[in-house]
Structure formats: structure tokens, C-alpha cells
């Protein structure tokens, strides 16, 4: 789908057609916007602006090479926008392409804050006078966006820790929830990191103006303090796991030593057993070993007494 955001005596018009651009000046256009777009519109829009878009394998690459570069007439900017899911985050990639005034971008999937970017350019024309402060207003509202999700996933982490800390019972399942938290964590990080390493590369080009660089420091700004915050929730993240592994130690720590207990309390009334058990027919056994069963029998108790007592008077109980 092609949508074409342009002025026409101060009103913010929209057409998604690609054959309006014959009609559109340049100067007119803030914003193209390519959502899943067919090839029609993808050369039609690469016609009009002069220049070459980018395919979906290139704009995914990793090198900071790929992530951004320029020409003498247009900046690319590839970065990946994080869509939030019932138990992890998938990201989308998203390309910009900034010729002149007019904002291009290129995606794959539906994003809230091309949806509000497009809602405000309807209601507030007079703001938006060129593509680079619509450009701005996109990464604005994402980097909002980022901050509430580490901000959910601060609340999480909360929510375990008074898990922990009243005492309920870690399952497996507790220990795979914390995983997952870690993972999202990273995932985030790493996505406002690239964030951060785009808006770098923009601040570095020359092409870019001046009167917009102030916002761009601002957006660097919040974006460290986002990835301060990112860092403090994985430090707690991995005290809590720690907390989590101690407290399992501690539990399987107290079974063996009921288990070593146990045993070492039964050992003196076996071996009495297992003594008079193979000579109960012997010497003066025979005849009296109904009596004999009821000696060795207290002696099992006494023997076991004492061991009892032993090991409360060194408070191993």
C-alpha cells in the first residue's frame, strides 16, 4: 500500500495512488509512506524521488554500513522497530529515506507509531512543514514507546522478586519466566542501541539540517537513560536468579541432610541387629531367645535415644 501525505493550500491532503504523482510538486510532499508495497508503487515512488530504495535483505543487515549511509541527494536510516507479544517481542525492520524534505519509509507490517505519526499529520498540518520533522516524530514516539516496555518489564521484575520474597513455592516454570525476562531485556537493549548508533550516524552527516539536530541530542539523551535503565533491570534480573539458584541449594541442602540424619540415626540399632540377628542360636541365646529378642530390641531403642540426644545437643535438628 502507498500513501502520499502532501500540502495543498495548508491542508494535509493523503492519495494512494502512484499515478497522483504527476500531479504532486515536490516541494508539496512531507511523507511517503510504503506499507507492503507492490513493485508498481515501489518503482513508481523510486521515480519520483530520483533515487534507489533499499529491499527488505539489505535493509536487515547488521553492518552499521548497511544501517545508514548517504549520497549527495538523499540519507538511509535502517532500523528495527520491536512489536510486543504475549511472551516475547519480534522485531520489524523499518526503512527511511530522507530527499530534500520529503520523508520515505518502507515497511512490512502495521506500527502504532506510524499510525499516530499519520493521525497528527491530519489534525496538526501546520506543525509538520517538512518530511524531516515527521521523520523526528517517528523516532520520538518509538523511543515513548521502548520506555514503556522497559518500563513493563521493570514491573515484572518486581512482581518476581515479591514472588521470591514472601516465599512461594520455584517451580521450573519460575526459572524459565525469569529466562524470558532476560531475553526480552537484551532484546530491547540491543534495539535502542541500534536506535542510538542511527541517530549517531545522522548527527555525523552534513546533509542533515541544522535546526533539527537539537531534538536529535534530546532523543540521544533519553536513549542513554533507556539503556541505563535496561542495564539495572538485567543486574536485578541476575541477583534474582541468583536468589532463586541459593534458595534451591538451600532446599536440597535440607533434604540430604534429613537424609544423612536419617540414616546415621539408624545405623547403631542395624548394626545391633544385624549382630545379634546371626547369633541369636548361639551359646546362651538358645533357650531364652524370647527374652534375647526383648534385650536386643531395647538396646535398639537405647542406642537410638542416644543418637537423638547427641544430635540436639549439637542442634543438628
Known sequence: MLEIFYKDNGQMMVSQSETDFANIPHDKVIWIDL??????????????????????????????????SETDEAIFANTSFLIPGPDEYT??????????????????C???????????LMAFPKIYDSGHVAFLSILENRIDLDADMVELLSKEINQYNRKVSVGEDISEEFLIDINIIQENTMLIRENIIDKQRVISSILKSANYPQEYRSRLNV?????????NHTDFGFERLEYLQNTVLGIINLDQN???KV?????LLLMPPTLIASFFGMNINFGWFVGHSYWMWVIILVLMLVSLAVIFWVFKHKKMF
Do not use: W
Open 91 to 108: 522485531e520489524e525492520t523499518v526503512s527511511f529515506i530522507l530527499t530534500g524534505n520529503i520523508l520515505t519509509t518502507l515497511r512490512e
Open 219 to 227: 532523543l540521544l539523551k533519553d536513549i542513554s537513560s533507556l539503556i
Open 110 to 120: 502495521p506500527l502504532k507509531s506510524f499510525t499516530d505519526l499519520q493521525r497528527r
Open 254 to 256: 535440607k533434604i540430604m
Open 259 to 263: 537424609f544423612t540424619l536419617v540414616s
Open 35 to 68: 506499507f507492503s508495497p507492490s513493485g508498481e508503487e515501489k518503482r513508481a515512488v523510486e521515480s519520483y524521488l530520483g533515487t534507489t530504495i533499499q529491499n527488505r535483505a539489505q535493509a536487515e543487515e547488521i553492518e552499521i554500513s548497511s544501517r545508514f
